[in-house]
């Protein structure tokens, strides 16, 4: 139970970060009282380096001498975890660690309920949400890559006067300058775009149904677990923060390589899953749909205490109370959202409030004759051979298309569905979310919007 004290100290922490003053922010984070009584060790001064290792800034490569592969402590760590994850929580873990949300410091002498919220959303899955056991989860998940495909995954660097963000870009052997679709994945925390690739097998199903799949990494330099700043309010924003940085990629990408620009969707997963909604409110004219795994809305946290709540399921700063929470936004641009009922990092309940923000654009825009006409909702329960059982409801516009898919899979956690245990946070017991982002991708492009 966290008190209305504790409350208080977290939103001041985030103020004071907001203005600059991140060694006063450390201090109230470890329950230091404003006037600075408490010892200030050396690893903490301001002028030191946040955090140990090797960053090579502006790449998803990095090479850090916390990170290990090896075997795995008790059950409680998966062993391509960085120890100091789990380490940096404890008495006399190391102090000087950034936390997820960027907030330095926030990893120390930080009240147990608050770590355990962070430590759920930098990855380290309890033991009730990993997807397979420890013996069947690679040694190196987050530099995992797939066996090696006909097509050419390439890496590259974007610039605008935004930033700087590099990229993966698989490009499938069938490519031969004509104008195909062009799909954007956006990691979770704490992976890359090689990690990311190989769990959702994108790029498999690239070469076999002929799309380019565009990977967009997060540098620890932007965000210490390489989460994209979706709770942040400068990167909810069109033409500025990451979704300018992201949009402005995508289009160098389409002009570059000949592109159909009518045919370019996103898709992510978790803190992934919430910037590419933001992308789908913030760009309509660019992304034809987008797909949101174990995602949040877009606008429903501008700081630490609002995500937090958010990924909690509620409001306020810890959230938890089940109210609904709008953020005022809506899109008309398609959606498929996945989410597993058995998720502790990212409450279910997100998956209805992202819904709630694209059909209630397309309640809005739909005519009296439209709304008459229109095939309504499907609810189609299924099972998946020796996997997950699921419920998908479908949304369907006035020519009995569909517009909006919201899958709920029974009994899955923090993982993408369908995935391959090649990369990291994936439950291969399905239903298989690429394939079927893929589908409903493919059903719409720019310009087929009127009738929704």
Same mark, same amino acid.
């Given at each position: 139970?966290?008190?209305?004290? @504790? ?11 907001? &203005? ?198 997060? $540098? @620890?330099? &932007? ?17 500025? %923060? ?29 803190? %992934? ?7 789908? @409110? ?16 877009? %606008?429903?946290?501008? #700081? ?6 958010? @990924? ?18 809506? #899109? ?23 819904? &709630? ?59 993408? #569905? ?9 439950? $291969? ?24």
């Amino acid at each position: 139970m966290i008190d209305a004290n @504790m409350t208080k100290r977290m939103e001041e922490a985030t103020r004071l970060t907001r &203005a600059g003053k991140l060694h006063e922010a450390m201090a109230i984070l470890r329950g230091a009282m404003p006037d600075g009584k408490n010892e200030t060790r050396e690893e903490d001064a301001p002028d030191k380096p946040y955090r140990k290792g090797n960053t090579f800034e502006g790449s998803w490569q990095v090479v850090d001498e916390e990170m290990t592969a090896s075997k795995p402590d008790s059950g409680s760590r998966r062993t391509d975890e960085p120890r100091a994850q789990t380490d940096s929580f404890s008495a006399a873990g190391p102090a000087n660690q950034a936390s997820t949300w960027g907030v330095p410091g926030s990893d120390i002498g930080v009240p147990s309920a608050w770590r355990d919220k962070w430590l759920k959303f930098r990855g380290a899955l309890t033991q009730t949400e990993r997807a397979q056991p420890e013996s069947a989860q690679p040694a190196h998940a987050r530099g995992a890559t797939e066996e090696a495909l006909p097509g050419t995954f390439t890496a590259g660097r974007f610039t605008n006067q935004v930033g700087t963000r590099d990229y993966k870009l698989y490009i499938p052997s069938g490519h031969n300058g004509q104008p195909l679709p062009l799909i954007v994945m956006l990691h979770g925390c704490t992976q890359n775009p090689d990690d990311f690739a190989a769990g959702t097998n994108m790029n498999r199903l690239a070469e076999e149904q002929l799309c380019c799949v565009l990977y967009p990494a997060q $540098p @620890m330099t &932007a965000n210490s677990s390489k989460c994209w700043n979706w709770f942040k309010a400068e990167d909810q924003q069109r033409e500025g %923060g990451e979704p300018a940085i992201l949009a402005g990629m995508t289009r160098q990408i389409i002009d570059t390589h000949g592109l159909d620009a009518s045919r370019v969707y996103v898709a992510g997963l978790s803190a %992934g899953g919430a910037m590419a909604t933001t992308l789908a @409110m913030t760009y309509p004219d660019l992304f034809a749909a987008v797909g949101v795994h174990s995602g949040l809305p877009h %606008g429903v946290a501008q #700081s630490l205490p609002d995500a937090l709540g958010a @990924m909690q399921g509620g409001t306020g700063p810890l959230g938890g109370s089940g109210a609904e929470r709008t953020s005022g936004w809506a #899109s008309l641009v398609p959606a498929i959202i996945f989410h597993g009922d058995r998720d502790t990092t990212v409450h279910p309940s997100n998956a209805d409030r992202i819904a &709630a923000q694209y059909a209630a654009a397309r309640k809005g825009s739909e005519t009296a004759s439209e709304r008459e006409g229109n095939a309504g909702v499907t609810v189609e329960r299924g099972q998946v051979a020796n996997g997950h059982a699921y419920t998908r409801t479908t949304h369907h516009d006035a020519k009995g298309e569909p517009r909006l898919e919201q899958w709920r899979i029974q009994g899955a956690g923090h993982a993408w #569905s369908g995935g391959s245990a090649q990369g990291s946070y994936t439950d $291969p017991k399905g239903p298989d979310a690429t394939r079927e982002m893929l589908r409903f991708f493919y059903l719409h492009q720019q310009g087929q919007r009127s009738a929704s």
